[in-house]
Structure formats: structure tokens, C-alpha cells
T-cell receptor
Framework: EPEVTQTPSHQVTQMGQEVILRCVPI?????FYWYRQILGQKVEFLVS????????KSEIFDDQFSVERPDGSNFTLKIRSTKLEDSAMYFC??????????????FGNGTRLTVT | GNSVTQMEGPVTLSEEAFLTINCTYT??????LFWYVQYPGEGLQLLLK?????DKGSNKGFEATYRKETTSFHLEKGSVQVSDSAVYFC?????????????FGKGTKLSVIP
């Protein structure tokens, strides 16, 4: 079964550094998402992306964050200047259709980001 | 806004025990409700869903019924197995929110011992 892949599985970076988290969504999917989970807290929506544009974003997704689909397969999340509170597990997801009722999200295994 | 509250974990059960993981929600209108499962080292996978009141979602022996009157979507399984050890997330997609985003609970870690 096709799956969403994320790299790296664990990323350690120093505060203030830029970090790029990479994802390869399922090949025929059209909608892409980033979620994150700070340790011990809820999984939170960050952003959704369709047709090379951000469709929706949460309050968490401020100017420090950006997403890009640089080619036909990768979907990246960039954090320009990491803060300690950005430490979390970041999940990429994709779906074929917009309606999550009939087109479930497929999640990757996550990238654990540790900011020191 | 929308929110999901799950019972605190971790939950430890013996094999063949009955499982209940409570989930209640707050949402405007009538949300769709989901349970996701995360096995060790893997991503979140959709376990089951219910899109309207009184619907029952079921999969792999797990069941959950959408209860509008109690705003609940409790996950149950009659006889758990060691392979069910995972983290379980309750989630909703509310009609008031964008069509794209799910609102998750914190997750409940289940450990099943032989």
C-alpha cells in the first residue's frame, strides 16, 4: 500500500537555525498537510496545501513557517529561525480529495524536531 | 472553537480484556468524528469514523458510536490483543472549521500485556 514518507525521522538543531522537514506524499494525492504534536499535548493542525497554494493555516503557522512543493513529489515545511518551543513531532499527511469524510488523511511516521 | 477531550493514559490491560477509551467533543453544528491509531514507529492511521449522529464506526473489532446527546465517541473493543498496543487519537472535523483540518485529542496510550 502506498504511504507517506518523511525524512529525517529525527532532526536536532540549534535555536535560531533554519530547518527543513521533508515529506513525499502519496503520488496521486492532491491535498497536503502538516500537523505537529508537542510532547504530551494534542496533535495540532498547521497548514493545508493544494494546487501550489496554502488553502488554510492555523494561528501557529506564523511568518516563521513556510511550505513548498518544489517538484512533483516533495512537500516541505521550513522553519526559518527555530525556537525552543518548536520542538515537537511534525506529521505530514496527504489526501486524494478535499472532503476528509470520504477521503481519509494518510499520515507519515513523523519527524521529531529537537531544538536546543 | 472545536475541541476533543480523551481520557488520560496510559491504559494497561491484559490480553482479552475489554477496552473503553472515552472521548468527548465540543463543536458547533454536527461534526464528523474519527479514531486514529499510531502503532510504534509508524504514522497515524484512520481506524474508524462516523459522520452523523447514531452512526457506528467499526474496524478490526473496534467500535465507536456517535452520541450527539452526550457529545461522545467512545472507543470500545471486546477483547484486546497484544498487537493492539498503540496510541489512540480521537479527532473531529467540524462543519464550522475549514474542510481541511482535523482537531485531535491528546492521544491515549494503550499497552496490552500477555
Amino acid at each position: 500500500e502506498p504511504e507517506v514518507t518523511q525524512t529525517p525521522s529525527h532532526q536536532v538543531t540549534q535555536m535560531g537555525q533554519e530547518v527543513i522537514l521533508r515529506c513525499v506524499p502519496i503520488s496521486n494525492h492532491l491535498y497536503f498537510y502538516w500537523y505537529r504534536q508537542i510532547l504530551g499535548q494534542k496533535v495540532e493542525f498547521l497548514v493545508s496545501f493544494y494546487n501550489n497554494e496554502i488553502s488554510e493555516k492555523s494561528e501557529i503557522f506564523d511568518d516563521q513557517f513556510s511550505v513548498e512543493r518544489p517538484d512533483g513529489s516533495n512537500f516541505t515545511l521550513k522553519i526559518r529561525s527555530t525556537k525552543l518551543e518548536d520542538s515537537a513531532m511534525y506529521f505530514c499527511a496527504s489526501s486524494l480529495l478535499r472532503d476528509t469524510n470520504n477521503s481519509p488523511l494518510h499520515f507519515g511516521n513523523g519527524t521529531r524536531l529537537t531544538v536546543t | 472553537g472545536n475541541s476533543v477531550t480523551q481520557m488520560e493514559g496510559p491504559v494497561t490491560l491484559s490480553e482479552e480484556a475489554f477496552l473503553t477509551i472515552n472521548c468527548t467533543y465540543t463543536a458547533t453544528g454536527y461534526p464528523s468524528l474519527f479514531w486514529y491509531v499510531q502503532y510504534p514507529g509508524e504514522g497515524l492511521q484512520l481506524l474508524l469514523k462516523a459522520t452523523k449522529a447514531d452512526d457506528k464506526g467499526s474496524n478490526k473489532g473496534f467500535e465507536a458510536t456517535y452520541r450527539k446527546e452526550t457529545t461522545s465517541f467512545h472507543l470500545e473493543k471486546g477483547s484486546v490483543q497484544v498487537s493492539d498496543s498503540a496510541v489512540y487519537f480521537c479527532a473531529l472535523k467540524g462543519p464550522g472549521a475549514g474542510s481541511y483540518q482535523l482537531t485531535f485529542g491528546k492521544g491515549t496510550k494503550l499497552s496490552v500485556i500477555p
